[in-house]
């Protein structure tokens, strides 16, 4: 069965919206793969979309949603989109607004959130409220920080460790439900079957969504010991490479690479925690030194060595540079966290031939 892309916009991360038609394709029962199906697609393509199905038979649909997975790379997405003509004018990112406008910004995704059904079954509602009252969420904040009325007071009220405090909060709080239907008593929609992985992802999406366009060096990290915690951001490459290192779940010391990740990319780092994340990292390498390094990176690998031991790092001698830029700091350690993703690259190797 045929369909118009455009009307099949993508608004979610790929990968999510991959497990999400997974789970609607083994769903056997009609009643419920229906309901999964109109939520779903309302959430993750937009109103277009769910016109283009609504006059379908169940069977159609799925025939019609099996043909959308099996080309969901091809699909457009949302952040695809040219700039518009202010945008390419003023040369300013789409969507972007200052950093003072983000309280406001993420009260609003919250709100929408809500609205959604996502903080229901952390916050659950009276089925005659159309969604859980600021009371209800000043309660659960409170349990959680130990701070009266974080909600209620509002967004102007908020200074950045509030915001992050928040952010964090609410990111343990959301589950996406995968039903919605009318409450015949109070006309308000009910959400149930609940997914907290789901709903945990698209919140640090659109969460990271807005940091980023509120240019902050801040994100939600996705991976290792810090999920779900803001850490700071130097570049898109460098973070996606700690998010891979940190999402392994076998490699070399794992809990130690992932507690110097974790110590280097908070949000307060100060210089000496980013030098204990290199000496975490440069002890992991030592143990490995002779049965890895040595044999396969024979020439390179004193060179590494050679800096760490030339500045202060490690052992803090008289002879050391300790008067060093805080950049090279990062220079230091994304190499050595290189190393360390090319060791279990070679080990991997090694165990496969």
């Known amino acids: 069965m045929t369909f118009d892309r455009e009307d099949f916009e993508i608004q979610w991360p790929r990968d999510v919206l991959t497990t999400e038609l997974a789970v609607l394709q083994i769903t056997s029962d009609d009643d419920l793969w229906k309901e999964r199906c109109n939520l779903l697609v309302g959430e993750a393509f937009g109103p277009r979309a769910s016109r283009h199905i609504e006059e379908l038979s169940i069977a159609d649909r799925r025939v019609l949603l099996g043909n959308v997975a099996w080309g969901l790379s091809t699909l457009p997405t949302a952040q695809d989109r040219r700039p518009y003509f202010d945008e390419r004018a003023t040369g300013t990112a789409s969507g972007a607004f200052s950093e003072d406008e983000l309280p406001g910004e993420f009260r609003r995704l919250i709100e929408r959130l809500r609205t959604s059904g996502y903080f229901e079954h952390a916050v659950p509602n009276s089925i005659y409220d159309s969604v859980p009252g600021s009371d209800a969420i000043d309660s659960v904040l409170e349990r959680k920080t130990r701070r009266r009325a974080l909600w209620s007071d509002g967004a102007r009220n908020w200074d950045g460790n509030t915001l992050f405090t928040l952010i964090e909060v609410f990111g343990e709080l959301v589950a996406r439900p995968r039903v919605a239907w009318c409450d015949t008593s109070s006309h308000y929609l009910v959400y149930g079957d609940f997914n907290v992985t789901t709903g945990v992802a698209l919140y640090r999406f659109w969460v990271n969504d807005l940091l980023e366009r509120a240019g902050v060096p801040y994100r ?127 080990v991997q190797r090694d165990a496969e031939s």
């Not at 390094?293 to 020439?299: E, K, M, N, P, T």
């Not at 001698?317 to 990062?330: A, C, G, I, K, T």
């Open 220 to 346: 939600i990290s996705e991976a290792g010991s810090d999920a779900g915690r803001a850490v700071a951001y130097s570049g898109s490459f460098e973070h996606e490479f700690m998010e891979e290192v940190a999402s392994r779940s076998v490699g070399e010391a794992i809990d130690k690479v992932n507690h110097a990740i974790g110590l280097f990319r908070k949000r307060d780092a100060t210089r000496a925690d980013k030098e204990s994340a290199i000496v975490e990292l440069a002890g992991v390498l030592e143990r490995r030194r002779a049965s890895m390094l040595d044999v396969h990176l024979r020439r390179d690998e004193p060179q590494l060595f050679n800096i760490l031991n030339r500045f202060g790092l490690r052992h803090k001698r008289d002879n050391q540079m300790l008067d060093y830029d805080d950049v090279f700091l990062d220079w230091v350690f994304q190499r050595c966290l290189s190393t360390v993703a090319l060791i279990d690259r070679l």
